[in-house]
């Protein structure tokens, strides 16, 4: 009797290659499609955004010159004005952002968090859902790509939609993860395909740029996770058909919340990004129109646009600042909507990522991206970026010069205390100006709550307005206990940078441990030599103690904040006490996008010269 063998299922597909040039990012721009879903009067709410800026910003540095220059400006002065303008400048920017999001949602004009229609039946094209993967732990990714494959099969997608693992791991995390295919590629309702490169070449970029070389001519979109990405069978689909019905978008970005959060700090994180995320995304959203960003993940991309837009060029030098471009996506949607290809960000639900568990583990991939963020500094003067793009890149590049500057702004003020005879902090910093500073650092949380509690269902999904209550004092004292924690880690990540130190690019860890204090102590000795020193500052004058406390006992408190909130214990008790309640996930309302086009194939669209 003989045995019919059961065909072993392939790991990957037919390839279908698709060529994807290097771009030239200096020469002669390339020529552009005619976008056709810009929003209207981009432009004025783009001028309105910087004049307010503007005029925040310029009111205040007014106020702190005329204070100083009273018996003249000294060099000590002209400096901390050189800090203090374009430092305002930038909380006024989150502000005024800030300000417009809330008042969008509060009317009502924006929705909020949407849910995605998910017609699987207007799809005519293929997709596929990427997941890069580097040395991550092997069942928790494949069981959430099990879950990704059996949800898009329950929406629909099952015949236009495959699912890719894409590892860079080593040879041992190869094999577990091979096993672990085999394991689900029987069983899943979906197409899984699964392939491992020897060499981690150009890390993500070079990954992806891998598959589209090979596999992309089969696919009209690609939709790119991380390894700690969710999402939902009805937002992929839902996407997959929004690239459907409008040919011009090259990219559909989310704003990802975050899930599986165990820890304290993970707990107080997404509580942060529920409460005050939505009003800084839609604020965000008003003013990106068609030049949005690309963050990396959870976001569905043209094939086609990405392989003729994006081939990324090495800069030129070395590591840290020359070499293969770490912070790859601010760069690829810039890229894309210089050829014409439209980049919009949608706000919608069933889209989700992991947040570090720790404060440890969040300035280790802080430094990564600073790296990759400070590149683009050199990519500013790149021809034929849309100006709205190069202030994309502007902005996440000096995100990372704000904490120095933070920092180098407290000493000049601390040095002009103490050269002045009479006076103190307080006597530089005007009344007025320390007013608008709060509110501008404050204002935003505070339009958070009153979003949170405007309405009844919102209100009871972050367990009522007790529970609201009580958390927003909580997460506001914990932030600014956190706040000089970050700026002194961003600094020494910059001097690091400036020395040649490169970030490098090591797995990043998502298991939840508590961390001691003795074992955090020896990293935290400029933290805690900066908090004394600052405390000195009571024999030289004591009011300007009193205001530097927050940052002081943040910094002497360091250790035991790291410590403490890294406990998956402390988490669950926090939770229990009704802290940090968030929204289960759940969305009721369809998302409204600006201008639909017709159904037109792109062969048909015009081309202009850029």
């Given at each position: 009797m003989s045995v019919t063998p059961v065909p072993s299922l392939p790991m990957l597909p037919a390839e279908a290659l698709m060529a994807m040039p290097v771009q030239n990012l200096y020469g002669n721009p390339p020529g552009a499609r005619e976008v056709l879903t810009s929003p209207h009067g981009m432009l004025v709410k783009r001028l309105l955004l910087l004049a307010l800026t503007a005029v925040i910003g310029l009111a205040a540095s007014s106020t702190v010159r005329m204070e100083?220059?009273?018996?003249?400006?000294?060099?000590?002065?002209?400096?901390?004005?050189?800090?203090?303008?374009?430092?305002f400048c930038w909380i006024a920017f989150g502000f005024v952002t800030s300000t417009i999001g809330f008042l969008k949602l509060i009317t009502g004009e924006h929705p909020g968090f949407t849910a995605l229609p998910s017609p699987a039946s207007s799809l005519r094209h293929r997709t596929a859902v990427l997941m890069p993967v580097y040395n991550e732990g092997v069942e928790e990714v494949f069981a959430r790509a099990r879950a990704m494959a059996h949800s898009i099969a329950a929406s629909g997608g099952a015949p236009w939609i495959d699912f890719f693992i894409l590892s860079d791991s080593?040879?041992?995390h190869g094999k577990r993860e091979e096993a672990a295919w085999r394991e689900l590629a029987e069983e899943a309702p979906i197409k899984v395909y699964y392939r491992r490169r020897e060499q981690n070449t150009a890390r993500k970029p070079g990954n992806i740029a891998e598959w589209v070389r090979r596999f992309g001519a089969s696919y009209e979109c690609m939709l790119i996770l991380d390894a700690d990405s969710m999402m939902s069978g009805d937002t992929i689909v839902g996407m997959a058909s929004i690239m459907e019905e409008r040919p011009s978008i090259g990219l559909l970005q989310t704003v990802p919340m975050i899930t599986n959060a165990r820890t304290l700090f993970q707990r107080w994180m997404q509580f942060a990004s529920e409460a005050y995320g939505p009003i800084a995304s839609a604020g965000l959203l008003?003013?990106?129109?068609?030049?949005?960003?690309?963050?990396?993940?959870?976001?569905?991309v043209r094939t086609r646009a990405f392989a003729e837009s994006c081939g990324l060029p090495e800069l030129p030098g070395k590591a840290?600042?020359?070499?293969?471009?770490?912070?790859?996506?601010?760069?690829?949607?810039?890229?894309?909507?210089?050829?014409?290809?439209?980049?919009?960000?949608?706000?919608?639900g069933g889209s989700y990522e992991e947040f570090p568990p720790t404060i440890v583990d969040m300035a280790i991939r802080d430094r990564r991206w600073m790296q990759g963020n400070l590149q683009h500094l050199q990519l500013l003067g790149a021809s034929g970026l849309h100006w709205a793009s190069r202030l994309h890149l502007l902005i996440g590049a000096s995100a990372y010069?704000?904490?120095?500057?933070w920092l180098l702004l407290i000493l000049t003020m601390i040095g002009q205390v103490a050269t002045r005879d009479t006076g103190g902090f307080v006597t530089l910093a005007p009344p007025s100006v320390l007013i608008l500073t709060l509110v501008l650092l404050f204002g935003p949380k505070a339009m958070g709550t009153i979003w949170m509690l405007a309405d009844r269902d919102r209100r009871r999904s972050f367990g009522g307005a007790s529970a609201i209550l009580r958390t927003v004092p909580l997460e506001i004292a914990l932030g600014m206990l956190l706040a000089p924690i970050t700026m002194v880690t961003q600094t020494k990540a910059l001097l690091g940078l400036l020395l040649g130190?490169?970030?490098?690019?090591?797995?990043?860890?998502?298991?939840?441990?508590?961390?001691?204090?003795?074992?955090?102590?020896?990293?935290?000795r400029e933290h805690l030599l900066l908090g004394a020193a600052l405390a000195a500052t009571a024999w030289l004058d004591p009011m300007t103690a009193l205001w530097l406390s927050p940052i002081i006992v943040g910094l002497i408190a360091s250790p035991w904040l790291i410590s403490t909130s890294s406990s998956e214990a402390l988490g669950d008790r926090a939770a229990a006490a009704k802290f940090f309640r968030v929204p289960e996930p759940g969305i009721t309302e369809t998302p409204r996008l600006p201008n639909p086009e017709p159904?037109?194939?792109?062969?048909?669209?015009?081309?202009?010269?850029?």
């Open positions: 100083l220059s009273r018996d003249g400006l000294d060099w000590v002065e002209v400096v901390l004005l050189l800090f203090f303008v374009p430092l080593n040879p041992f008003w003013w990106s129109g068609a030049e949005s960003n690309f963050w990396g993940h959870n976001a569905i840290p600042f020359g070499g293969h471009i770490l912070s790859h996506d601010m760069l690829e949607s810039a890229l894309l909507r210089r050829r014409g290809w439209a980049v919009h960000m949608v706000m919608i010069l704000t904490s120095p500057g130190i490169s970030a490098g690019w090591n797995t990043q860890s998502r298991d939840a441990r508590r961390i001691p204090v003795r074992e955090i102590l020896p990293d935290l159904l037109t194939p792109l062969k048909d669209q015009a081309v202009v010269e850029a």
